[in-house]
């Protein structure tokens, strides 16, 4: 398995009554799962849950050692789509969790250094290599059509009242469309996993700040986190860090 390191955080933010978020790891296979929870009292909380345990569940089922971008890849994209299936089959279930909904964001470090990334909604995976932070996935939201439309601007998507507006969701449908992603990672680079609590708070040049100054990652995350909070902490925030160490 390839040497990484992991970190994860997560804080209520400074308005919020329930953490709605919920982060999961797997260090010695090499993964890890973030999910950003909505809908309903409690709902949004059961459903990130749900989605984290079922994606954890899904991918430790189809872990094989040595997997190929492709094996990775098939392993993902079938966990986010169980996890889709149980949050809509609890909200079917139970009139309270009708509601309910969650993004997610996941990612898999292979044995060569290539990432496999899968994400449904807006929590967003990032990659810093070299100084230089490049967002890997894209927001599935109106107001990501709209920037690509050349209706908005990047600075005023992120203030634009309609920024949590969702095109796709977990739990929100029978079936869930997932997006995936390949990347390289190289030692000294850091993976980066986020809901939007951090992302609606800092620009991507705050958030770089906070990675590229060689402190540990547990430092760096501490210090998004408290960013976002300093910003205002409107919504719960939660970063998990990856960093491949030689």
Avoid: K
Avoid at 23 to 30: A, E, I, L, Q, S
Avoid at 92 to 102: C, E, F, T, V
Avoid at 126 to 143: K, P
């Amino acid at each position: 398995m390839t040497n990484v390191e992991f970190v994860t955080r997560s804080h209520v933010g400074m308005m919020r009554a329930r953490n709605e978020d919920v982060v999961g790891v797997d260090v010695r296979r090499g993964w890890a799962v973030l999910a950003d929870g909505m809908g309903g009292y409690r709902g949004g909380e059961i459903a990130a849950r749900i989605a984290v345990d079922t994606v954890q569940r899904s991918l430790a089922e189809s872990f094989m050692p040595g997997w190929s971008v492709e094996e990775a890849g098939d392993a993902l994209t079938r966990a986010v789509e169980r996890a889709n299936a149980e949050i809509h089959q609890a909200g079917q279930r139970n009139a309270d969790l009708a509601l309910m909904g969650s993004t997610v964001v996941a990612a898999a470090v292979l044995e060569r250094g290539e990432v496999v990334c899968v994400h449904v909604g807006d929590s967003r995976a990032y990659l810093l290599h070299q100084g230089v932070l490049r967002q890997l996935t894209r927001d599935h939201t109106v107001v990501q059509e709209q920037v690509d439309a050349g209706l908005l601007s990047a600075d005023d998507a992120r203030m634009s009242n309609s920024r949590g507006m969702l095109t796709r969701g977990l739990g929100v449908a029978s079936v869930a469309e997932v997006d995936i992603d390949l990347i390289g990672m190289e030692p000294g680079d850091i993976l980066l996993l986020c809901s939007d609590g951090l992302t609606d708070m800092l620009a991507d040049d705050e958030i770089r700040g906070a990675l590229i100054t060689g402190d540990a990652l547990d430092q760096a995350a501490d210090a998004l986190v408290a960013g976002a909070n300093r910003r205002g902490g409107r919504d719960n925030v939660s970063v998990v860090l990856a960093r491949m160490v030689v």
